[in-house]
C-alpha cells in the first residue's frame, strides 16, 4: 500500500472514533468506556470534551 492510502486509511479510522467519542460523550460515557470503544487516549477524549462545551 502507498503512504498515501496508509494515511487516508487512518484519517479515516481516526474521524470514525472522533465520532464515536462525541456521540458516547452526548450519552454521558466514561473516559474509560470512551477509550476502550475508540483506543482514543484520556487526554484526546477531555480535548472532545472541552471543545463539545464551547
Same mark, same amino acid.
Given at each position: 500500500?502507498?503512504?498515501? !492510502?496508509?494515511?487516508?486509511i487512518e484519517e479515516?479510522?481516526?474521524?470514525?472514533? $472522533? @465520532?464515536?467519542? /462525541?456521540?458516547?460523550?452526548?450519552? !454521558?460515557?466514561?473516559?474509560?468506556?470512551?477509550?476502550?470503544?475508540?483506543?482514543? $487516549? @484520556?487526554?484526546? /477524549?477531555?480535548?472532545?470534551?472541552?471543545?463539545?462545551?464551547?
Amino acid at each position: 500500500m502507498t503512504k498515501l !492510502g496508509q494515511m487516508l486509511i487512518e484519517e479515516g479510522i481516526e474521524k470514525q472514533a $472522533t @465520532d464515536t467519542a /462525541i456521540k458516547a460523550i452526548e450519552m !454521558g460515557m466514561s473516559n474509560e468506556v470512551i477509550s476502550e470503544l475508540t483506543g482514543l $487516549t @484520556d487526554r484526546e /477524549i477531555n480535548i472532545l470534551r472541552r471543545a463539545k462545551r464551547n
